[in-house]
């Protein structure tokens, strides 16, 4: 299974971004699939993920403004993310396990022996 994303780039304060994130392979059933985002030397976080039945998660710091949907028939994953913000600049990277479950918090994870896998990611760049 490969992950990449595509859509990065640099805004201003409240503008708009989709990122794009292909998937090629086979993850079979009972997947989930979402968005984390990290800073150098951070911890990636989770932002927003959906699970193959279609239910969604958001991190609190998103919610409202951000919102990921999935083209099943493309084998795309989307995060289209508006009124962004500063803060929001980070490296996001796509990531899906399978089997794997969704968890409140805007992340997902593989179940104990499925197998997880992540795009490289792209920059997104909030300037003031």
């Known amino acids: 299974v490969e992950l990449v994303e595509s859509g990065g780039g640099s805004v201003q304060r409240g503008g708009s971004l989709r990122l794009s994130c292909a998937v090629s392979g086979d993850t079979g059933g009972s997947y989930c699939m979402g968005w984390f985002r990290h800073d150098p030397g951070t911890t990636r976080l989770g932002v927003a993920a959906?699970?193959?039945?279609?239910?969604?998660t958001y991190s609190d710091s998103v919610k409202g403004r951000f919102i990921i949907s999935k083209d099943d028939t493309k084998n795309i994953l989307y995060l289209q993310m508006n009124m962004l913000k500063p803060e929001d600049t980070a490296t996001y990277s796509c990531f899906t396990g399978a089997p794997g479950v969704l968890q409140s918090g805007g992340f997902c994870h593989a179940r104990k022996g499925g197998k997880e896998y992540w795009g490289k990611g792209t920059l997104v760049t909030v300037s003031a």
């Open positions: 959906v699970g193959s039945d279609g239910g969604t």
